[in-house]
């Protein structure tokens, strides 16, 4: 015999009674447990109880309760049965009021349950009894008749196979009819669509409604329910027009798939009453059956959540990849036709500017529903100027020709770009899509939305292309010098050491610099673009900036001030200073070879001079410091220095890195920078 | 085959197809790319071919399978 059987049967005996069942052999050997925590109390308690019965010869069983040793109390009850010549001896349930061993790992039982557990045990211990007494191996076609579940495909219910009702009505006394009855797409109504029973007799396709005969009253109760000496009940009448003469009936209501109702039904047309026995086994067979049943569902539904969640990785890896528009719509109408398995999908997406058009990709539509569908789904999602929605859930509509839909917006952030729809066969769905189309709609909705972000930057890109490119045509001159302030912003932007966005920032802002902010408004443009060339203007005309101006804005103004004045704007009011001495460093280095372009780049109209005396005070510099600074803003080299100071090289160096550190410089430009700053600002005060 | 299985192959199917709009395949070409059997791809083949977003073209060579681009209306 499979162990798979007697695990099943000592799981349903432990379910049942809520207390462990163990198997063990005539030598107390454990052969199988419903819980392995109280396997070794039973085993004693069996022991003791076998050493009372020393030979169990074929089959026995033992008036219950027994008590075991002497001042412990076991509530215990035990039967065999006989099977290939070796002896079992069923065991449970018990109680234990002491050994202290056991009181920690068995929970105590009220008066009430130890009242009903004896009365369960003693039934129990009837049929056990009965079973092994006409040793009619009625125990043994009880284990194979639970085997046959796990022989039954996983894939199908066990109410979908007709073995089960074969194997009722073969190996349980006094049934001679099974089948089950199932809800049909009528709301009320119930038709039998399995039945077995011994003689001619087919009651296939007798349908029934709530409440209606003994069927019909089990569903209403959800009770399971047993009627004997019903040869003459007028609620057998609809029984009888197929041939049915029940004369007891059993009927166990169960739920199936997505909540519908199913009635299991057995009975005898030959016997008036159910022995206590076939009552049990019933009652067993049916109980198990809807355990099986919610395992299969829950395990169904934890499928098709793992499903979905990989299938949504699936296609987030494909969108992923997808750089086009076209393709993403493409891929989400088929990902989500495939999925859904409707008669069509469709999406529609908003237009990105005014010029554009709303865009519908369809597969399944027919002309004249996509003119219906689009106009239905424009006025409905898109009628307000600006398609903001707080609600993103899919929502389940109907078509103006009938067909069902789910739709689902495509967002990002609070922007609704479009709508996902898909057709589903009838309304009834139980919603299993909606979650997984919601979130396909929001990969899509992003993906969409990154997409469009990309385009109109390379839209942006192309316009500015064109623009500046128009100055070379109309403007030679113009565009001459704004190459020069392109190479300009590039140089100094690296010396910096801008980001690659920002640097790009400031290129395309030059290259739109020579265009008045009225002209380039409302072009499509980037706020911020719109922000810098508008700061830009504003520090050309020396007007009082509304407020500081950005970086970049700043250095398009030094490299236009320094190519059309030939001079570094020391003296501009509202240049970041910082910006200024490094524009002087970046100039300095720049023409490190020219020492005419520096003199001119530095302004000449304040002629100054370098206030050695308060630069020496203000930053705490030596003696030597300030000849050693003296030397290089004279820009005399290092070997040039120590030979001029009769000092050697290394110790020229040495005081250049006190000079830097204490002017908070990098290098030895910045240090000229400085200085002519500090000093040009002391001029000035 | 198991649901799983079913969509993930026609996802993939999908995104061959898809990505190759101009090119038609055999099952057996397709059998090569997607490193699955020709009886697995057989009834995926068929649902695509049931949802219209492939079609089959029967030549001397035997039947061919290519894309189908889904409606699309500009409005």
């Known amino acids: 015999m499979k162990s798979e059987i007697l695990k099943s049967v000592l799981a349903a005996y432990h379910s049942y009674l809520m207390v462990p069942v163990t198997l063990l052999n005539h030598k107390s050997e454990i052969v199988s447990t419903s819980s392995r925590a109280y396997a070794s109390d039973c085993q004693l308690t069996l022991k003791n109880a076998l050493e009372a019965y020393s030979i169990i010869d074929s089959v026995a069983a033992v008036q219950m309760p027994y008590s075991v040793p002497k001042n412990t109390q076991y509530l215990v009850t035990y039967g065999g049965y006989y099977d290939d010549q070796k002896c079992y001896v069923l065991a449970g349930p018990f109680y234990v009021s002491s050994p202290k061993t056991c009181e920690n790992d068995i929970s105590s039982l009220t008066v009430n349950q130890v009242k009903q557990s004896y009365q369960t045990i003693a039934e129990l211990g009837d049929v056990i009894q009965r079973l092994n007494n006409d040793k009619s191996g009625s125990l043994f076609s009880y284990l194979s008749m639970l085997d046959l579940f796990y022989e039954i495909d996983q894939s199908q219910t066990v109410i979908d196979d007709n073995r ?207 003119n219906k569908y689009k106009e239905d789904l424009i006025n409905r999602y898109f009628q307000e100027e600006d398609s903001v929605k707080s609600d993103s859930n899919s929502t389940l509509k109907q078509t103006t020709w009938g067909d069902w839909v789910y739709e689902s917006p495509l967002t990002s952030g609070n922007k609704v770009l479009g709508v996902l729809c ?44 064109c623009l500046f490119g128009a100055i070379e045509e109309f403007e030679p001159n113009q565009y001459e010098k704004m190459k020069k302030m392109l190479r300009g912003v590039k140089d100094f932007s690296e010396y910096l050491r801008l980001n690659q966005e920002e640097k790009l920032q400031c290129l395309k802002a030059c290259k739109l610099s020579a265009y008045s902010l009225s002209f380039l408004e409302n072009k499509g443009f980037n706020q911020s673009l719109i922000q810098i060339i508008g700061h830009y203007n504003e520090l050309t005309k020396d007007m009082i900036p509304s407020k500081p101006s950005p970086l970049p804005s700043q250095i398009l103004f030094v490299i236009h001030y320094y190519i059309s004045n030939g001079e570094i704007p020391l003296f501009h009011k509202h240049l970041h200073e910082e910006l200024k001495i490094k524009f002087s460093a970046f100039i300095l280095q720049e023409n490190e070879e020219d020492s005419e372009k520096i003199t001119q780049a530095l302004p000449q109209q304040k002629n100054i001079s370098v206030e050695f005396d308060v630069i020496q005070v203000q930053f705490k510099l030596s003696k030597r410091e300030i000849d050693v600074l003296e030397l290089i803003i ?52 | 085959m198991i649901e799983e299985n079913q969509l993930t192959l026609e996802l993939a199917c999908i995104q061959y197809f898809e990505g190759n709009q101009d090119a038609s395949t055999t099952i057996n070409n397709l059998s090569l790319r997607t490193g699955v059997t020709v009886d697995e791809l057989s009834p995926v083949l068929e649902q695509l071919l049931k949802l219209s977003i492939i079609e089959r073209i029967e030549t001397r060579d035997g039947e061919l399978y290519r894309y189908v681009q889904p409606r699309r209306e500009q409005i």
Request: glycine residues 4%; hydrophobic residues 40%; charged residues 20%.
């Open chain 1, 164 to 370: 089960l009702h074969q194997h009722l009505t073969s190996y349980l006394p006094n049934i001679t009819f099974s089948g089950i009855a199932v809800k049909t797409n009528g709301a009320h109504t119930y038709k039998v669509t399995k039945f077995f029973a011994n003689d001619q007799v087919d009651l296939c396709e007798y349908t029934f409604n709530l409440g209606e005969g003994f069927l019909g009253q089990s569903v209403v109760t959800m009770q399971p329910n047993m009627w004997e000496n019903i040869t003459h009940d007028l609620r057998t009448i609809n029984l009888q027009a197929y041939g049915l003469y029940p004369k007891a009936l059993y009927c166990y209501p169960l739920t199936i798939e997505n909540g519908n109702v199913a009635v299991l039904f057995g009975g005898s047309t030959t016997n008036p009453l159910f022995s206590s026995e076939t009552m049990f086994m019933l009652r067993q067979v049916f109980q198990f059956i809807e355990r099986s049943i919610a395992y299969q569902r829950i395990d169904k539904n934890l499928s098709d959540v793992h499903t979905r969640l990989n299938v949504v990785n699936e296609i987030f890896a494909v969108i992923s990849k997808i750089k086009d528009k076209s393709r993403i719509l493409y891929v989400l109408t088929d990902a989500t036709l495939t999925l859904v398995k409707g008669r069509f999908s469709a999406i529609l997406t908003k237009p990105e500017t005014d010029v554009q058009s709303f865009d519908m990709v369809s597969r399944g539509l027919q002309s004249d529903e996509v």
């Open chain 1, 634 to 685: 004279q820009g005399i080299s290092n070997k040039e220095i120590a030979q001029t100071l009769y000092i050697s090289e290394h110790t020229v160096k040495n005081h250049l890195s006190n000079i830097f550190r204490k002017l908070s410089v990098k290098d030895r430009s910045q240090a000229i920078a400085k200085c002519y700053h500090l000093s040009l600002n002391q001029d000035s005060e």
């Open chain 1, 422 to 465: 898909v057709n589903i066969a009838n309304k009834d769905h139980n919603g299993k899509h909606t979650e997984f189309l919601e979130s396909i709609s929001q990969i899509g909705g992003i993906a969409i939305d990154l997409i469009n972000v990309e385009q109109s930057k390379k839209n942006a890109d192309v316009v500015i292309e």
